[in-house]
């Protein structure tokens, strides 16, 4: 008897609970936490992500190598991958203990590994900063149509369809080819072409929330209209740009990599993900030296992926009548 | 219905107006010359620089060219190309077709594999296969496709040698379709993944939507197999938002074709496009982003006006 009724308390608890606007930071923070637990895959996404960060924050002590090589290596050309330290000669022919190059040596002989670590600075750092670009003019943007609707909201969502009836990729193709490509136009050009979900997004959640009480109330007091959109309306729209935000990393990685590859985006020497593909990709080197190609791939996938994987976890946890 | 057709044609036109306007001025405002693509700077006499200029059109002010360019557009004249003297819209259209026809396999391939598998994961909700199949979707829409590609390509045909790397035929002297066949399916694939990981989850999503409908129950309640509850009455109705998608994935295709084209030397107008960027080639950099803004256009408003001809729920206003 006793047991049943533990568990009914137990559901009760659990139906009751959702975020209220009393509770403290931590209190939320809990909730948020135990509904982002229940979905496997998005904790398994959060721990490689945090695992690709810590290599990409500590490569300098965990780098095996140096990342631009050193006259020591371009003796092995395109080496195979090693588990064990190995002596090997250097160019004046010296014996040389070499520490194990787990991914392989690239065409210069440099470590693949090493190389994809220093790479994760590059290409996490392009997402992160790409994203912020767009989500600070998709918010804008998606608030200002939404809030004042009719002709304005018109006009600033026909731009919208406009540059997204443009495909993204030509247009980032062309954009970058042109203006000279490096890390900063990279993480510029993503950003002001990838804002158009997240204006989408917030337009309809503003258009939603301006009729309900809480902007009356606020316009009755005396609230002005950009007090109203960036202190009242905004707050509560908030979740669905995160989980946007963090799908948007994702597609931003992904993009940043497919440029580099093309050669479009990061140059080198400066190691991406991207661009350690571009010389891998002739048949001759798949066959000769195939983990120059594997690798920096599976870097991006797993980072790509689990960012999806977070973002899908974190619909679950802050807005859960998003989740079908 | 008609007014509905027309007010669509009628909002597409300022908007693939509003597209050469962007892209026009992007190309043109941006610093570097393309003459300089055909004479080496250092060596270059100043007067030939100024033919070449003017024979290329490009010693007047850019709001010219673009009023120039935009009324030979729309007598259907794209202009030549800088770097092979070829009109732009021959060049295009000579590759159109091989673009499209690897579009429409692999669109082929991404339904049906996303129908079936969205219908099994809504009916056998949270079963293992479910589970399975939208980690299967998660996948697809995040592996980068030039990867993927790359990856198929050392598996397929370097280690198993069971198909060619690239390319559209082997056979030139006739069309030989399993030939045909073996050179798309990679590709296809490839181009397919991202849409048919979206299309399973939309899919899986529709059917859910549908199954709890009150029809379903009576059905059910009428005695009906399971079987014909699943396929005749709710399979059709959740078809219908599929029809929506085919807005979407064009855009998606345009874009996919150029990273997929150029790993598998497929023949299209994405791998003309990235040769053109590369090049500085005006003329066919314009054409191309137009021909394809276009296609996006007409398909989404296809779209939209199949699905308010299919669902009567849909108010066409």
Redesign the interface.
């Known amino acids: 008897m006793a047991e049943i009724k533990l568990n009914n308390e137990n559901k009760s608890v659990e139906l009751a609970e959702s975020y209220e606007y009393s509770d403290t930071f931590s209190k939320k923070f809990q909730i948020f936490w135990r509904r982002f637990r229940k979905n496997k895959?998005a904790v398994i996404g959060l721990t490689i992500l945090i695992i690709l960060y810590s290599l990409a924050i500590f490569a300098p002590f965990i780098a095996p190598y140096d990342p631009a090589g050193t006259a020591d290596d371009i003796m092995y050309v395109d080496g195979p991958p090693t588990f064990r330290s190995y002596v090997g000669y250097n160019v004046n022919g010296e014996e040389v203990v070499f520490k194990p190059n787990f991914f392989g040596r690239d065409e210069l002989g440099r470590d693949v590994f090493s190389r994809c670590i220093y790479a994760g600075r590059i290409s996490l750092t392009v997402g992160f900063v790409s994203v912020s670009i767009y989500v600070l003019i998709g918010t804008v943007w998606g608030a200002i149509a939404g809030y004042y609707g009719g002709k304005v909201d018109n006009i600033m969502m026909?731009?919208v369809?406009?540059?997204?009836?443009?495909?993204?990729?030509?247009?980032l193709?062309?954009?970058m080819?042109?203006?000279k490509p490096n890390l900063y136009n990279v993480m510029i050009v993503i950003g002001l072409t990838g804002w158009t979900g997240i204006a989408r997004y917030v337009r309809a959640e503003f258009l939603s929330l301006k009729k309900r009480d809480f902007v009356e109330a606020a316009r009755c007091i005396g609230a002005s209209n950009t007090a109203i959109i960036f202190r009242h309306i905004l707050p509560n729209a908030i979740a669905p740009v995160i989980v946007a935000a963090t799908m948007g990393l994702?597609s931003a990685i992904?993009t940043e990599?497919?440029l580099s590859?093309?050669g479009l985006g990061v140059q080198p020497p400066t190691p991406s993900w991207g661009n350690m593909?571009t010389n891998?990709?002739e048949?001759e080197t798949?066959?000769s030296a195939?983990w120059k190609?594997?690798w920096p791939?599976l870097f991006?996938?797993l980072s790509?992926?689990s960012f999806?994987?977070v973002g899908?976890g974190l619909r679950d946890a802050l807005d859960p009548r998003l989740k079908? | 219905m008609l007014k509905y057709v027309v007010k669509r044609i009628l909002q597409a036109i300022?908007?693939l107006f509003?597209?050469s306007l962007?892209?026009f001025f992007?190309?043109n405002l941006?610093?570097?010359d393309p003459i300089y693509m055909f004479i080496n700077p250092e060596t270059a006499n100043p007067v030939d620089v100024e033919v070449i200029r003017k024979s290329l059109g490009l010693d007047k002010p850019i709001y010219i060219r673009y009023i120039l360019w935009l009324k030979n557009v729309i007598q259907g004249d794209f202009g030549k190309s800088f770097q092979h003297g070829r009109p732009v819209l021959e060049m295009i259209l000579e590759r159109l077709p091989n673009t499209i026809t690897l579009a429409i396999v692999s669109t082929i391939i991404s339904f049906l594999v996303s129908i079936p598998v969205g219908v099994y994961s809504a009916i056998k909700r949270n079963s293992i296969l479910d589970y399975m199949f939208s980690?299967f979707a998660?996948?697809g829409?995040?592996?980068?496709?030039?990867?993927f590609g790359?990856?198929l390509?050392?598996l397929f045909s370097?280690k198993l040698g069971w198909l060619p790397?690239g390319g559209m035929r082997a056979n030139f002297e006739e069309f030989d379709l399993i030939d045909r066949l073996r050179h798309i399916i990679l590709p296809a694939l490839v181009l397919g993944m991202a849409s048919m990981a979206s299309q399973m989850r939309q899919m899986?999503?529709a059917m859910?939507e549908v199954i709890r409908q009150d029809y379903i129950r009576t059905a059910r309640s009428k005695g009906l197999s399971e079987r014909v509850v699943i396929f005749k009455h709710a399979l059709r109705n959740a078809l219908l938002p599929i029809i929506t998608i085919i807005g979407f994935i064009i855009?998606w295709l345009?874009?996919?074709a150029?990273?997929t084209e150029?790993?598998f030397s497929w023949p299209g107008i994405g791998r003309l496009?990235?040769h053109a960027?590369?090049m500085?080639d005006y003329p066919v950099?314009m054409g191309?982003?137009i021909i394809?803004?276009v296609m996006?256009?007409v398909g989404?408003m296809v779209a939209d006006i199949l699905y308010a001809l299919v669902d009567p729920r849909i108010k066409y206003n």
């Open positions: 895959m026909r731009i369809d406009a540059i997204m009836s443009i495909p993204t990729m030509m247009l193709i062309t954009v080819a042109i203006f994702a992904l990599s497919t590859f093309f593909l891998a990709q048949l798949m066959v195939p190609a594997f791939g991006i996938f790509v992926l999806n994987f899908d079908q | 300022p908007l509003i597209i962007i892209t992007i190309i941006a610093p570097g980690t998660f996948i829409i995040s592996i980068p496709s030039f990867w790359l990856m390509i050392l370097l790397s899986r999503s859910l855009p345009v874009s996919g150029v990273v150029t790993i496009y990235i960027t590369f500085r950099i191309v982003t394809s803004s996006v256009v989404s």
